[in-house]
């Protein structure tokens, strides 16, 4: 069985600066997906940034980018120029590439972005 | 935002009621899902379908069951409430193959339950 771990259960940054966030994970399977999740407060979850196992380079979208260490099973998010409106629970999350698209979440990480 | 949508936003019932949990998206993806989440807590899945007439139950053993009769529609259903079923339940889909955000996950505003 799969596992997603989450370190940092809270997280609290000024406005404008940079945080990362941990996720570590644990599989036996050789091809995956992994996925960042941000959920604001009484908001959606929404999708920020999805990473799949095969490929090497790391994924960015805007403010948002993942260092993705496949060996050492690690996939942090890094947001940069933090605004008030990423104040949210994220959510790292596993999705195998074969049979049910299932998602695995971590236990989220709650991140206060303070003006 | 996604176009999948959950009522009742919030629900307050007491033990022994029969409830349902509606879910339905407009967006023609195959497959839903239900979630189970407490407070400040990771998501468990619950069930799964990947299409009409297919149901699956989740990773976490749950006393609700759930029916996929129409696409866009994916009701959960608890026979008979009782306290330890308070939570808040999400429900998202997700596009077939082919697509460009196949495998991503579209959820719901949730259903927040609390059973009295």
């Known amino acids: 069985a799969q596992t997603v771990t989450q370190s940092q259960p809270e997280m609290s940054v000024q406005e404008a600066e940079t945080v990362t966030l941990s996720c570590t994970y644990d599989t036996s399977e050789s091809n995956y997906y992994l996925f960042w999740y941000k959920q604001p407060p009484s908001r959606q979850m929404i999708l920020v940034i999805r990473q799949e196992a095969y490929k090497q380079q790391n994924a960015t979208e805007n403010r948002f980018s993942v260092n993705f260490q496949k060996a050492a099973k690690s996939f942090s998010l890094k947001i940069s120029d933090s605004q008030l409106g990423d104040t949210a629970m994220y959510f790292c999350?596993?999705?195998?590439?074969?049979?049910?698209?299932?998602?695995?979440f971590g236990q989220g990480t709650r991140l206060t972005i303070n003006p | 935002e996604a176009d999948i949508y959950q009522t009742p936003r919030y629900l307050v019932i007491g033990t022994g009621k029969k409830i349902t949990l509606e879910c339905s998206q407009t967006?023609?993806?195959?497959?839903m899902y239900w979630y189970q989440q407490d407070p400040g807590m990771e998501l468990h899945l619950i069930h799964y379908s990947y299409g009409v007439n297919s149901t699956e139950k989740g990773d976490l053993s749950s006393e609700s069951t759930v029916s996929r009769i129409r696409t866009e529609h994916f009701p959960l259903t608890l026979e008979s409430a009782r306290p330890s079923h308070t939570s808040q339940y999400l429900c998202?889909?997700?596009?077939?193959?082919?697509?460009?955000?196949?495998?991503?996950?579209?959820f719901g505003p949730g259903t927040r339950l609390t059973v009295l």
């Open positions: 998202a889909s997700s596009p077939p193959p082919g697509t460009d955000s196949y495998n991503e996950q579209f």
């Open positions: 999350a596993f999705m195998k590439q074969r049979g049910a698209q299932k998602l695995v």
């Open positions: 967006m023609g993806h195959d497959k």
